[in-house]
């Protein structure tokens, strides 16, 4: 096998094991808005996704869009939880969203 395709085939597994662990939570805002969360694969924090487009992890800049390659499992892992019925979907407030994903989200981006 060579070595492009274990790569990617690990990385598919790795999005898989993400989505069906429930860690990837659409959230919708007080109706206002819905974002799309993958949790880090340490739990500590969050990044924010634009299905099939973006993922504010450095993984996927530095893959994505500096080297022009492929995307990163926190993206894959979504792809393949909203095809699968697997994305936890999470209704609360403003004042929730801050409490709960806010300070993970911050720490996804500058990490």
């Known amino acids: 096998m060579k070595k492009n395709k274990i790569a990617k085939d690990l990385e598919l597994a790795r999005a898989k ?3 069906v662990k429930g860690d990837v939570i659409k959230i919708n805002v007080e109706g206002k ?3 799309w969360l993958v949790r880090s694969s340490k739990g500590d924090k969050f990044y924010i996704i634009i299905p099939e487009r973006f993922c504010s992890c450095s993984n996927f800049i530095f893959r994505k869009i500096l080297k022009r390659g492929k995307i990163c499992y926190h993206l894959l892992a979504q792809m ?3 095809e699968h019925g697997l994305e936890r979907e999470v209704k609360i407030n403003w004042i929730e969203f801050e409490e709960k994903y806010f300070r993970k989200i911050v720490l ?3 990490s």
Request: proline share 0%; charged share 10%.
């Open 108 to 110: 996804g981006i500058l």
């Open 80 to 82: 393949y939880a909203a």
């Open 17 to 19: 094991r993400a989505a």
């Open 33 to 35: 808005f819905t974002c």
